[in-house]
């Protein structure tokens, strides 16, 4: 075997090793260990390359197409994670007519930590907006006890918004359903189309919802603690792809 195929092999375990212990160990961080095993893949298919190169002149030339093909995907997606990072921002300068809340996971029936990211950034964007309505949307997922509306109502509700201004979407199970749902609800408590209006959600999760809200989002992002650096990272790499498949789909 070859030095340089050898080298690609052992590369490639190195990366099926980490894949696992993100995806198995470390599961936080999950999504990126499948993109290491994507890696472990490509890799092993380099060391193939490196041993029919010297045998079959198309190996060569199909070394340069998967090389052009990573080349243009990684470009691709510095684009998109680009976009991503710049659209994590709040707006503090806007003057919402309304203001959704984009649910995210549960602990039985408590915040998971994202959740709980989102809901200190809404309670505190509402303390500047006193007579907007809010929306909260998410429905009750797998292993959640309720609903991710009642969640946070009963959140927002124990820490001083007045449960009046709170308005529950449970239907939503996903990012398009909380914009498709959350425009039906204001639009039957009188919020024009196209208003202005505050979304919540993670830092690394506003470039999407903004692309799906369309006129009028006005950003609001939530951030992880410090010390939660890996998992964000993890989330913005993540993101990426969720908003390639939004522009594809």
């Known amino acids: 075997m070859r030095r340089a195929e050898a080298a690609w092999y052992s590369l490639a375990a190195l990366c099926l090793l980490l894949g696992g212990l993100m995806r198995f160990v470390f599961t936080a961080v999950r999504f990126t260990g499948l993109l290491f095993w994507c890696a472990a893949g490509v ?48 707006d503090w300068d806007a003057e919402p ?6 649910g995210a996971g549960l602990n039985g029936a408590a915040p998971s930590l994202s959740l709980t990211s989102r809901l200190e950034a809404a309670l ?34 124990g820490r001083g918004v007045p449960p009046e201004r709170i308005y529950l979407e449970e239907q939503a199970g996903n990012t398009e359903e909380n914009v498709r749902y959350s425009q039906a609800l204001l639009a ?3 919020v024009p189309a196209g208003a202005e209006v505050a979304l919540v959600s993670s830092d690394y999760h506003l470039c999407r919802a903004r692309l799906l809200w369309g006129e009028g989002a006005v950003p609001v992002g939530a951030r ?13 790499v993540r993101e990426a792809f969720a908003v390639a498949e939004a522009l594809v789909f």
Do not use: H
């Open 43 to 90: 890799l092993v298919v380099f060391a193939l390359l490196e041993r029919w190169k010297g045998k079959y002149r198309w190996a060569a030339w199909l070394r340069r197409l998967v090389l052009l093909a990573l080349a243009a995907g990684f470009a691709f997606f510095a684009v998109l994670e680009v976009w991503v990072v710049s659209w994590s921002g709040t």
């Open 224 to 236: 992880l603690p410090g010390r939660y650096f890996p998992l964000t990272v993890n989330y913005y």
């Open 97 to 102: 007519e309304a203001m959704v809340v984009f």
């Open 124 to 157: 505190a964007y509402a303390e500047d907006w006193p007579e907007i309505p809010i929306v909260v949307s998410g429905s009750q997922g797998r292993g959640e006890d309720i609903s991710e509306a009642r969640c946070m109502a009963d959140w927002l509700a």
């Open 188 to 190: 039957s408590l009188g």
